[in-house]
């Protein structure tokens, strides 16, 4: 995004937000343009490759073999990381961040409270094996709003995730990854997405780029299916009962229009 004005930006985003003018040209109740591309990586058992404004995310799924949780012997495995690096933004430091680990909290939360992954079906041998679903999400580009990216990516990844094929020999089990089975991953008919609010002052603003995310007295994210299945929210800034009320309503709205976009 290119600025060309002296005054600091911060201050120039709380200006225009008041009239209603995004530094972007957007609604205030506008998304950015939404590109996917399914399928994206040939070694992956599912993956997705997705643009939000300049917010670029690459979703990758593998499954692995492995022993079950004790306490949840008849549910597969979920692993939800999501990747930062000094590539994708340059006030990220190599290493795990903190923001990268709050990131992986959320879009695993929803993907889990919306149970999308019928978990039961990845069941290999009860109590012995199950399989384990690694959704690695990494960022590519930081523009802001990266839960929605990052969830977006996740879900078109799963939705079109394979089995590989699956040998057993003397009472082992092993993966033969280069043949990929016509069986997909078991998942329910509820998809979730995320819907992240900025609040800017009195005013909300859908989707925040970078620029507005800094700017911001606080940033909500609401994860829907048939329910609220997440609920997170970002700085200390102030929000009604009935302003909540009002993102829920757009937020409803929001998710037939991403849902669209994934199917």
């Keep these: 995004m290119d600025i060309d ?11 225009i937000i008041k009239e209603n003018y995004r530094i972007d040209k957007r609604g205030l109740l506008e998304y950015r343009d ?12 599912g993956s997705c490759y ?32 999501v990747n930062l690096s000094p590539v994708s933004d340059i006030n990220v430091d190599l290493g795990t961040s903190e ?14 409270e919306s149970r999308f992954i019928n978990d039961k079906e990845l069941v290999i041998e009860p109590g012995k094996y199950v399989w384990s679903v690694l959704l690695d999400i990494y960022v590519l580009n930081n523009d802001g709003n990266i839960i929605d990216a990052s969830t ?12 590989p094929e699956l040998i057993k020999e003397n009472g082992e089990y092993k993966i033969n990854p ?26 909300f603003i859908v989707d925040p780029n970078k620029y507005e995310e800094e700017a911001a007295d606080m940033i909500i994210h609401i994860g829907l299916s048939d329910k609220i299945n ?23 709205k929001f998710k037939d229009y991403l849902l669209k976009k994934i199917q």
């Design 178 to 203: 280069k043949n990929k089975t016509n069986k997909k991953l078991p998942l329910n008919k509820n998809i979730p997405v995320m819907v992240s609010f900025a609040k800017i002052d009195d005013k």
């Design 230 to 252: 997440a609920l997170q929210t970002r700085k200390s800034g102030p929000i009604s009962l009935e302003e909540f009320n009002n993102l829920l309503s757009e937020a409803e």
């Design 99 to 112: 923001e990268a680990i709050e990131y992986s909290r959320v879009v695993d939360r929803i993907l889990r």
């Design 34 to 45: 939404i590109k996917i591309i399914k399928n994206y990586i040939k070694n992956a058992e």
């Design 50 to 81: 997705l643009e939000l404004g300049k917010t670029k995310v690459l979703a990758g799924v593998k499954l692995e073999i492995a022993e079950p949780f004790q306490d949840n012997e008849d549910s597969g495995i979920l692993v939800t990381t």
């Design 5 to 15: 004005f002296e005054e600091n930006i911060t201050d120039y985003i709380r200006k």
């Design 152 to 163: 977006l990516a996740s879900i078109c990844a799963l939705m079109n995730t394979y089995f």
